[in-house]
């Protein structure tokens, strides 16, 4: 019979292959740690781009609803860096029952009925234009107003009456492009 050592602790091999295991999983960890950061600190950054551009689409959305007339883009896929509207002048009309146009208080005294509300004097211009990196909207006389900071805007028809406006955000070194269809 041969004699049996009996093991009372682990040899140098097995140490060395323990901590061996136990770094590659450390390292397999720390890399999965860094990468679910970094696509959290992305989704964050786009998520705050949605929240200041997802206004800017809504009103975007209700003044083509609103609009009369599209000035610009004039052709069907032609880009262009504004956009330009007509619509009836909400003084001009009767909220209450749904943006139908009322007579005005003094009629006038030839032919009341032909009191268009598509008159010059009724109507009033709605502009987006990019000015340097700030989005502006223009409403009539009003002075503009800045909606966001964007790298750039263009509206295009893609047929008739509907629109595809395209906005470029820069997120630090990325640059997010935001589409929203508009059907008028």
Known sequence: ???????RGVSLIEAILAIFLVGLFMVVLSDLTSSLSRVNVSASKKETVL???GPVFTLIR???SQSVKVNEPSGLSTSRPTID???IKPSSLVPASGFAARLPLTLPSANAYAWNPLAPTHLEGIVYDRTGSS???KVGTDPAITLAEVKSLEASQLELGLFEIVIEVETGTKVEVLKCLVDR
Not at 1 to 7: D, I
């Open 62 to 64: 209700a003044d083509f």
């Open 85 to 87: 509207l007509t619509r």
């Open 1 to 7: 019979m041969t004699a049996r050592r009996e093991r």
């Open 51 to 53: 929240q200041i551009l």
């Open 135 to 137: 989005l502006r909207r």
